[in-house]
């Protein structure tokens, strides 16, 4: 009964700065842990940062000091800042809900670095 949709994915410049949204349906976004991964061609699917039902965010080495992740409840989104984009963070980037039942994912969007 949870549907995922992110947006926000372009194509900017080494340096640059994107700010990705995750806007969740339903009445049980509260619960979720929430989630964003990333996968690049030719590799596997990685964490990039979590958050918290409780507002806790967690975020991989590689991104730490450059990206920010946060979520409203009351709009039921969830949203990852991301600075300083290196060409490397180049991939389709996912949002994740993290149920005690089970797990939701979107369709992704795609975020291109250029050098």
């Known amino acids: 009964q949870v549907r995922l949709v992110e947006s926000g994915g372009n194509l900017v410049q080494a340096g640059g700065s994107l700010r990705l949204s995750c806007a969740a349906s339903?009445?049980?976004?509260?619960?979720?842990?929430m989630g964003w991964y990333r996968q690049a061609p030719g590799k596997q699917r990685e964490l990039v940062a979590v958050?918290?039902?409780?507002?806790?965010?967690t975020y991989a080495d590689s991104v730490k000091g450059r990206f920010t992740v946060s979520r409203d409840n009351a709009e039921n989104t969830v949203a990852l800042q991301m600075n300083s984009l290196k060409p490397e963070d180049t991939a389709v980037y996912y949002c994740?809900?993290?149920?005690?039942?089970?797990?939701?994912w979107g369709q992704g969007t795609q975020v291109t670095v250029s050098s």
């Open positions: 339903g009445s049980t976004f509260r619960q979720a842990a």
């Open positions: 994740l809900a993290r149920y005690s039942w089970r797990d939701y």
């Open positions: 958050i918290s039902s409780g507002g806790t965010p």
